[in-house]
């Protein structure tokens, strides 16, 4: 019988996470200051992030201590489970092994719990009160929400309308865990309003829900901001995603030929691709295979600029694919992938051909999520349904050729049965963005 499940004994639990940025072949671009154009260091970030987190978000150090606090709180579901997906194996007929890490297992149910706890416990070890988040498809506030409880603090989250809308029990998970959660836009905020008198019907997206988070941040002195993908120090805390996978499949004597995850802001992966860019980089024989929404293409179709992180343009200048921080992508289901950026280490990773990218279309997504669940027996929630259909490509296009594959099933669709339920009903549609679009979209970057 094929062994499924390949779990770690508790004394290999992983205590350092992996920083790729000591290993970028051409490095990293710093971080402009949009008032100066000149690097911005961590002094002038302090008013919106805790030093503990910037310390890591400027560092060049390839391996970074986990706090003990942390570690315990993990324990509730780390090391989460490698398994091998041979049902799914089974009904495509492929010689492939495809293996996946399911971070479903964790208290918010997806990836993000992992830097959430890493930022609440930061926080909190400077006498932060209060954070203010944003969030997309309301893993991250789930997430932060859940964190922030456990240290003590408060917590406000700004969710992009659309999945506001879409995501309800998303809202009831927050409002269990003690955050309090309003729509974005909303009128709590500058931004918010300015878009609501303009768009009273819009979307939302999350570079204006970042927009009011920022606000929020900088209106008191008691609250810190807090970030679910994109920057350094978020991908850094993902990390333990892949490192854990690599002992898993160690315990077996396996090697993945090809590593994918979906791409949104880049953390979850950053999370398990990140660890494999050494052996890469010692000429291993791996791919590392980034999957975004055809109707945010960021990687596939963006533009390699500086570009803000937010519609009010409050945030440094990053250095990353983008499709322009005023970028108001389509109402897919997958909204943790509606970013207009790439995180800068992912961006430097395609840069430097460390990885490539594809970009899916919502219906085959939704279907390859469909075949995996009546196989596997997860429902994936819609982001990781893109790293299904990707890697079920993968492993039917040469059917007989014997490889192995390692995808990151990032959280379970529970939360999500409404937008599978438009699917079966036929109410969902394919989003293709035009390259006209982009180009508007992109017309207004920073001019550097």
Same mark, same amino acid.
């Given at each position: 019988m094929k062994q499924k499940h390949i779990l770690l004994p508790p004394d290999q639990q992983v205590k350092s996470w992996y920083n790729v940025v000591a290993d970028l072949p051409g490095g990293l671009a710093p971080p402009l200051d949009p008032a100066t154009g000149q690097p911005m260091g961590p002094d002038k970030m302090g008013a919106i992030f805790p030093m503990g987190l910037l310390e890591q978000e400027m560092s060049q150090q390839r391996w970074i201590d986990i706090p003990r606090e942390i570690l315990e709180i993990w324990q509730i579901w780390r090391p989460s489970p490698l398994i091998r997906a041979t049902f799914l194996e089974e009904a495509l007929g492929t010689k492939a092994k495809i293996y996946y890490k399911y971070e479903g297992v964790s208290p918010s149910g997806s990836h993000k719990t992992n830097s959430a706890v890493a930022q609440a416990y930061y926080n909190k070890q400077e006498g932060v009160k209060r954070l203010a988040t944003e969030t997309g498809a309301g893993q991250w506030g789930c997430a932060l929400s859940f964190a922030a409880h456990k240290f003590g603090l408060d917590c406000k989250v700004y969710m992009v309308r659309v999945s506001y809308d879409q995501k309800p029990y998303r809202k009831v998970m927050m409002n269990t865990y003690g955050a309090e959660i309003v729509a974005s836009p909303s009128p709590d905020t500058p931004t918010g309003r300015e878009v609501l008198a303009k768009t009273p019907d819009t979307p939302g997206s999350l570079g204006i829900a970042i927009s009011e988070a920022l606000e929020d941040t900088v209106s008191r002195d008691d609250t810190k901001y807090a970030l679910g993908s994109v920057l350094n120090h978020v991908c850094l805390h993902q990390t333990v995603i892949g490192l854990e996978a690599k002992q898993q499949l160690a315990l077996v004597g396996d090697y993945p030929d090809v590593v994918i995850g979906c791409c949104g802001g880049g953390s979850n992966f950053a999370g398990l691709a990140a660890p494999f860019v050494p052996d890469k980089l010692e000429g291993k024989n791996i791919r590392?295979?980034?999957?975004?929404?055809?109707?945010?293409?960021?990687?596939?179709?963006?533009?390699?600029?500086?570009?803000?992180?937010?519609?009010?343009?409050?945030?440094?200048? %990053?250095? &990353?694919?983008?499709?322009?921080?005023?970028?108001?992508?389509?109402?897919?289901?997958?909204?943790? %992938?509606?970013?207009?950026? &790439?995180?800068?280490? +992912?961006?430097?990773?395609?840069?430097?051909?460390?990885?490539?990218?594809?970009?899916?279309?919502? %219906?085959?997504?939704?279907?390859?999520?469909?075949?995996?669940?009546?196989?596997?027996?997860?429902?994936?929630?819609?982001?990781?349904?893109?790293?299904?259909?990707?890697? +079920?490509?993968?492993?039917?296009?040469?059917?007989?050729?014997?490889?192995?594959?390692?995808?990151?099933?990032?959280?379970?669709?529970?939360?999500?049965?409404?937008?599978?339920?438009?699917?079966?009903?036929?109410? %969902?549609?394919?989003?293709?963005?035009?390259?006209?679009?982009?180009?508007?979209?992109?017309?207004?970057?920073?001019?550097?």
């Open positions: 590392l295979l980034g999957v975004e929404p055809a109707s945010c293409p960021t990687l596939t179709k963006g533009s390699f600029a500086y570009d803000f992180g937010d519609l009010s343009q409050r945030t440094p200048l %990053l250095y &990353m694919y983008t499709l322009g921080h005023d970028f108001i992508p389509p109402g897919i289901h997958a909204g943790g %992938l509606r970013y207009h950026g &790439m995180a800068p280490v +992912i961006s430097a990773l395609m840069r430097e051909k460390l990885m490539e990218a594809t970009a899916l279309q919502q %219906l085959e997504c939704f279907e390859a999520g469909t075949l995996f669940a009546r196989t596997e027996g997860i429902i994936p929630a819609p982001e990781s349904c893109h790293a299904v259909r990707a890697a +079920i490509i993968e492993a039917t296009r040469e059917p007989d050729k014997p490889q192995t594959i390692l995808f990151n099933l990032s959280g379970h669709g529970l939360l999500d049965l409404a937008s599978y339920e438009k699917y079966f009903a036929g109410e %969902l549609v394919n989003y293709e963005m035009p390259d006209e679009a982009i180009a508007e979209a992109t017309k207004n970057l920073p001019k550097l």
